[in-house]
């Protein structure tokens, strides 16, 4: 038996045990996935309590993602690169992290989507800890450039200075976004929790693939994008399967078929 869980703050309405019981059953493993309420102060003990009971992984949701990381006794490079786990492994005293977020969205956008990332233009809004966390799986698609604009100039230039051994990326204020089309803008801003929608050039949307990484609802970028001609919009409900996939076969070595799991998911979401 596996003993998974997912540890956030708030995380009543987590869809990851429901997903989680799915590739379970496609798998034919047995799996016990809860989700468990960390008190924003006492992430370590309340995951060392569960690791005590006999845990062999778990997954790591908002706010914790940066104590997952301190909390790790080692690190994949995508975790290193995003500064951020999501996903814990349990093998013996070693406690191995991995960020699976980055590859989740690759993942919706080439598998499910059929993107090509290769030789495109992408613009994220954004350089948050989400920008940070898919950055190194985008790059590794080798699209043409990777534009980071950002409300906070400097951090989209960090960002790219971050990143630049990677690819080509470039770094700057959304006030400089230009009017020009370009092939994906991928929001990976929290403007959404709060109802807004950053004020950008709009040109940029006309024939663009429109991808919010926030999922569950019509966001205001997604009004935006359908206001200004974009060619197809997304939300992030098949990245949040395409992590957790990842998750699961990096704890139990077994790949899961997603597609079956995102539209059940998106009834279940529906609902
Ligand atoms: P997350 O982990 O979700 O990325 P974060 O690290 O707090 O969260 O980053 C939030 C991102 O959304 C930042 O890029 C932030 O811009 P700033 O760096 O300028 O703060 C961006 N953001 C949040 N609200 C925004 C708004 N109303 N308009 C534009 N950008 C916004």
Redesign the pocket.
């Known amino acids: 038996m596996y003993k998974l869980a997912v540890f956030g703050n708030p995380i009543k309405h987590s869809l990851s045990p429901d997903i989680h019981a799915q590739f379970a059953q496609q798998t034919g493993l047995t799996v016990n996935y809860s989700k468990i309420l960390a008190p924003i102060d006492a992430f370590s003990n309340t995951v060392n309590q569960f690791i005590n009971e006999g845990a062999n992984g778990f997954n790591i949701t908002?706010p914790f993602k940066l104590d997952a990381y301190n909390f790790a006794t080692e690190l994949t490079l995508n975790a290193k690169t995003a500064s951020a786990v999501n996903t814990i492994k349990v093998d013996g005293n070693r406690l191995i992290g991995e960020n699976t977020d980055g590859i989740g969205l690759v993942n919706d956008l080439i598998k499910n989507l059929k993107i090509t990332l290769k030789d495109k233009v992408i613009l994220i809004?954004?350089?948050?800890?989400?920008?940070q966390g898919v950055l190194l799986p985008l790059l590794k698609e080798n699209p043409k450039r990777i534009m980071i604009a950002?409300?906070?100039a400097s951090?989209a230039e960090k960002l790219k200075q971050d990143f630049s051994d990677y690819g080509n990326t470039c770094g700057f204020g959304?006030d400089k976004i230009k009017d020009d089309p370009v092939d994906i803008i991928i929001n990976?801003?929290?403007?959404s929790l709060?109802g807004?929608m950053?004020n950008i050039a709009n040109g940029c949307a006309n024939g663009a693939i429109c991808y919010d990484l926030m999922y569950g609802k019509q966001t205001p970028f997604m009004d935006w994008a359908k206001e200004n001609n974009a060619a197809m919009i997304v939300d992030g409900l098949g990245m949040l399967v395409e992590q957790a996939a990842c998750s699961f076969e990096f704890w139990t070595g077994s790949k899961p078929d997603t597609q079956s799991v995102i539209e059940k998911i998106k009834a279940l979401d529906a609902q």
């Open positions: 908002v809004l954004g350089a948050g800890g989400a920008t950002n409300r906070t951090k959304l990976a801003t929290s403007a709060d807004k950053p």
